[in-house]
């Protein structure tokens, strides 16, 4: 039988502990992190939405609203929805066809009218993907106006942010016990100068 000496025993011992603590304080740290990622998101996108509803043209004509939509998608890279505040859609960047269908049943359009502004992920079956909309209604126009980006974009901003994330968590902790093990093995082999055995 191995017998190992105490600083093998210290060493074995101290890095099982660091291994559990870096794995449950990751675990912590990426709710938090996506949590985080997706409140700024969410900022991001409203402020973009408050910016566009002051330009938003007052009136309620799709062959006036369809083109404006269309040509503030290709500045922003969202899709623009314009909704009047009895759920008629009145202008839409990508689908010419939901013009006139009620929306008031989708839930981000019902609790924007109901309190100003909200988000919410489901598939679209315009575009047949997921996608996140954040919906802002403003009241002295009486519209809604809802930005949507598919959940793919959402995901490639979030997994950029989680690989360097994972880096600085995971890779300098394991060069941080890869330094330890040599420094322990050069302590072992010392003997008496370190640790007394």
């Known amino acids: 039988m191995i017998r190992l000496s105490r600083t093998w025993k ?10 559990v ?3 449950v304080a990751g675990f912590v740290l990426q709710v938090e992190l996506k949590k985080k990622l997706k409140a700024q998101l969410e900022e991001q996108v409203f ?8 330009v938003l043209p007052d009136t309620a004509e799709p062959s006036v609203l369809i083109p404006w939509c269309r040509e503030y ?9 314009v909704i009047q505040s009895d ?7 990508s689908e010419d066809s939901i013009i006139g269908e009620n929306h008031l049943d989708r839930p981000e359009i019902s609790e924007a009218i109901a309190v100003g502004t909200a988000t919410a992920v489901r598939y679209s079956k315009t575009l047949g993907v997921d996608m996140f909309y954040a919906a802002l209604f403003f009241k002295e126009k009486e519209k809604v106006i ?3 980006l598919p959940m793919t974009k959402v995901q490639a901003i ?3 942010v989680m690989v360097f994330f994972a880096l600085v968590l995971y890779v300098i902790p394991f060069l941080a016990i890869v330094i330890s093990f ?3 093995r050069y302590v072992a082999s010392e003997g008496p100068h370190f640790i007394r055995e």
């Open 10 to 19: 210290f060493y074995i011992i101290s890095t099982a502990l660091f291994v």
């Open 21 to 23: 603590l870096v794995t």
């Open 47 to 54: 402020t973009l939405a408050r910016v566009l509803v002051r």
């Open 73 to 81: 998608e290709e500045a922003a890279e969202v899709r623009i929805t």
């Open 87 to 93: 759920g008629a859609v009145i202008g839409d960047s």
């Open 146 to 148: 809802r930005l949507a």
């Open 158 to 160: 979030e997994n950029e």
């Open 182 to 184: 040599v420094f322990a």
